[in-house]
């Protein structure tokens, strides 16, 4: 299968060995105006050598690149053409880590910001990037639908990157993405999910299984590379490290930040980081290792037979597997000691616990009858109507929208603050903020101290475990609902997450959905049940 990179309004196939157009140090092209296709399909794949159905875009998995400018307008048209019944028929996608400022309609959740694409339809996002650039991604929006494979990596470029003195390469072949992967369709998976396999830019080896290629990023000596770290998981955590190279941290969920010294990285679902790795080894082969926080007897918590890696291979290398050993006691990153790369890095509000207008705290626990996840006593379930459409049809406060108990209705240009005790089941958990980044005042960890003065912005927190009180804060500067919830995606399909809806009052004037955003709604709802269902399979082992 040929691999794809996409740039605005261009779809460009790439032969083996060659260079997606505009990408490296000139990155990409002007934008066109036309629009660009996604075609979201069934297809069956084997990235570790075991056959299954998938959701693919352009029939591939990760997903095909994505990527742009700073400062650009991407109109995206996303085809519907799923068949499988054991898997999701319908789909939307959302364009993780973009503000989508007056384009809310274009955020990609369903039950908040849109019903779903309905099978052999299509819709165009179309959102402008004005102030944003970094490292980005993709994923279905839609149930677990983004487990079984629709996602894949999104970058915007800055010509004015404050950090480009510090690599001589930036391209598709350093973007890193992780993910966990299963046999069986996310649907039948209907008890604690167990992953079979990690996957490095889509491939890897399951245990006991059949010996297929590793994933291979390529250097040269005494380069500097910008290497790009995307978790597109669905559960798992991963602890990421590559064999005798150390990490000079840059960004951090699309924000940039001062220069960081790390050996190991603990990145969480949704995640992204930036790093410069200087090629300055001997020629040879390196492990690139990516541990999951979990093991089982399908996946252990070990790397012996390839499993939970890829290779780093340096020009002129060997074309064999790699035989380095894994630095024990490296530094790892700290989130709480990360600083944002600004002049004035404050977090907004006064420096103290509370110092915001609106103050809430989100208490999680579970009800283990149900088997649901509530957030202060209430499960979330995706309304059959869209919270932005309940809101331009005249739904204003808290008790007019639904889902009921999971919407808090919040007022325009002020400091909100929120606060996440950890230690839930199931945990550590990833929470995502939709519409905005935040400052972390106080990071996971029990002993943490909270900085009001230059924490660290991102767009997905883990709340950590026990003893930890993660504190967030923003200012809502975008009109509209967004969603915040659990990025295990399991854990939000089972009501892991609240809506925030910013100045319901004034959304109307800022928020102005085009006709075919109003047509999805109707069209999905007259779907018959034999489109919408979706049929149960055995767990495969």
């Known amino acids: 299968m040929p691999s794809f990179c996409i740039l605005i309004g261009l779809y460009v196939p790439l032969v083996a060995g060659a260079t997606s157009l505009g990408l490296g140090l000139a990155h990409a092209p002007h934008p066109n105006v036309s629009p660009m296709l996604l075609r979201v399909a069934n297809g069956v794949i084997a990235p570790d050598g075991f056959n299954r159905s998938a959701v693919l875009v352009n029939g591939q998995h990760p997903g095909p690149l994505i990527t742009g400018k700073k400062g650009s307008t991407f109109r ?9 019944p054991t898997m999701q028929r319908s789909t939307s996608i959302h364009w993780h880590g973009f503000f989508q400022k007056g384009t809310n309609y274009a955020d990609g959740p369903v039950g908040v910001n849109q019903c779903p694409i309905s099978p052999q339809n299509s819709f165009l996002y179309e959102f402008e990037v004005k102030d944003q650039a970094g490292t980005f991604w993709y994923h279905s929006h839609f149930s677990t639908q ?12 800055d010509d004015h990157d404050p950090h480009r003195h510090l690599y001589d390469v930036d391209n598709e072949n350093t973007i890193i ?3 966990e992967w299963w046999h069986t369709p996310s649907p039948s998976i209907l008890d604690i999910p167990v992953a079979h396999t990690t996957l490095i830019n889509g491939k890897g080896r399951a245990n006991n299984g059949p010996a297929v290629p590793l994933s291979v990023v390529n250097v040269e000596r005494f380069k ?12 798992a955590n991963f602890m990421f490290s590559i064999d005798n190279h150390p990490f000079l941290v840059i960004e951090a969920d699309s924000q940039n930040i001062r220069p960081y010294y790390a050996d190991k990285i603990q990145i969480f679902a949704g995640q992204r980081y930036s790093f410069v790795l200087f090629a300055n080894q001997r020629v040879d082969n390196y492990r690139i290792r990516a541990l999951p926080n979990k093991g089982t007897g399908d996946l252990p918590l070990n790397f012996n037979g390839g499993i939970n890696s890829a290779i780093l291979r340096y020009k002129g290398a060997k074309e064999v597997e790699p035989k380095s050993s894994e630095k024990h006691h490296g530094k790892l990153l700290e989130e709480s ?6 002049i004035d890095a404050r977090a907004p509000g006064a420096p103290y616990p509370g110092g915001a207008d609106v103050n809430i705290n989100l208490d999680i626990s579970v009800d283990f009858v149900a088997l649901r996840f509530l957030i202060n006593n209430v499960s979330y379930f995706s309304p059959a109507v869209p919270v932005l459409l309940q809101i331009l049809s ?17 007022p325009r240009n002020k400091v909100i603050e929120v606060t996440i005790p950890g230690g839930a089941p199931e945990g550590p958990h990833p929470f995502h903020l939709h519409g905005h980044s935040f400052s972390v005042v106080k990071s996971a960890g029990a002993n943490a101290r909270p900085n009001y003065i230059n924490p660290v912005r991102r767009d997905v927190v883990s709340i ?3 003893g930890s009180n993660v504190t967030i804060r923003f200012v809502t500067d975008n009109p509209g609902p967004w969603l915040l919830h659990c990025h295990i995606d399991f854990h939000l399909e089972f009501g892991l997450a609240v809506v925030f809806a910013e100045d319901p009052a004034h959304t109307n004037a800022t928020v102005q959905p085009p006709d075919d955003w109003r047509a999805l709604c109707p069209t ?16 495969v082992d």
């Open 76 to 84: 995206l048209n996303v085809e519907n053409g799923l068949t499988d």
């Open 146 to 157: 983004y487990c079984d494979g629709l996602r894949g990596p999104f970058v915007v470029y």
């Open 177 to 179: 993405t992780l993910t």
């Open 224 to 235: 500097r590379y910008r290497m790009r770290l995307i978790s597109i998981a669905c559960e």
């Open 337 to 342: 000691e990360l600083r944002p790369l600004l």
């Open 394 to 410: 005249g739904a204003k406060t808290a008790q007019e929208l639904m889902p009921a108990g999971s919407v808090y209705t919040l």
């Open 464 to 466: 950590g475990d026990l």
């Open 524 to 539: 999905y709802d007259a779907l018959p049940p034999s489109a919408t269902n979706v049929t149960i399979v055995p767990n």
